[in-house]
């Protein structure tokens, strides 16, 4: 059975452009979570879905960024326009939702670096 | 509000000794706890997790660790450390209270096992 799958693994972008992170939840998996790491910072919450529903966007930044999930199978997260701020390790996670407390798979994240 | 602290930045051990690797939780519900650990390149991965039925909890790769409610902890524990346990370690906490059971980590500790 595959994994979380992220693309792209690094990213490196200048002030101002658009970065588009994408993530392919282990099939079958109903929620899907994006997660960030600063540097030197701990993991934090940034979304999470339930198939293509958002259902708590209480940790994204702010409204540079957007994420979708279309058709409850993999998801994007966008960063527009990307600031110096933004540069971290960004993390995609899911879990199938069928019990509680319900492990999450986590990929191996993309490393957004904003210059 | 839920929150995990784990203690040290940095642990480094010898070839063979104990691992010992420090987290604490505040909680106002029972709480559901974990511990993932980073390899480089690669994603999180679940060492292990509590979910209430047993206080010690005995995960992969010859890890434990034991919730002690009296002392809001979650230790993990290996006997005899091997090069291949230098790693990134997380402990984790699923926040039941947002009703989307995100996880809240820690800081994380990076293992360095020494020769």
């Known amino acids: 059975e595959a994994g979380v799958t992220q693309f792209p693994s690094h990213s490196v972008i200048e002030k101002g452009q658009t970065v588009t992170l994408r993530c392919d939840p282990i099939?079958?998996?109903?929620?899907l979570y994006w997660y960030r790491r600063v540097m030197g910072k701990e993991i934090k919450f940034l979304l999470h879905?339930?198939?293509?529903?958002?259902?708590?966007e209480s940790g994204m930044p702010n409204n540079r960024f957007l994420a979708e999930r279309t058709g409850g199978t993999y998801s994007t997260l966008k960063v527009q326009p990307a600031e110096l701020e933004d540069s971290g390790v960004y993390f995609c996670?899911?879990?199938?939702?069928?019990?509680?407390?319900?492990?999450?798979?986590f990929g191996p994240g993309t490393r957004l670096t904003v210059l | 509000a839920q929150s995990v602290t784990q203690l040290g930045s940095h642990v480094s051990v010898s070839e063979g000794a104990l691992v010992l690797l420090r987290c604490n939780y505040s909680?106002?519900?029972?709480?559901?706890l974990f511990w993932y650990v980073q390899y480089p390149n690669q994603g999180l991965q679940l060492l292990l997790k509590y979910t209430s039925a047993a206080t010690l909890v005995k995960g992969i790769n010859g890890f434990e660790a034991e919730f002690k409610k009296s002392e809001t902890s979650f230790h993990l524990t290996k006997p005899s450390a091997h090069m291949s346990d230098a790693a990134e370690y997380f402990c984790?906490?699923?926040?039941?209270?947002?009703?989307?059971?995100?996880?809240?980590f820690g800081t994380g500790t990076r293992l360095k096992v020494l020769a």
């Open positions: 099939s079958g998996h109903d929620n």
């Open positions: 996670a899911s879990s199938q939702g069928t019990g509680f407390p319900d492990t999450q798979y």
């Open positions: 984790a906490v699923s926040d039941i209270t947002s009703g989307t059971y995100k996880y809240i």
């Open positions: 879905f339930v198939k293509e529903s958002k259902q708590d």
């Open positions: 909680s106002s519900v029972p709480p559901y």
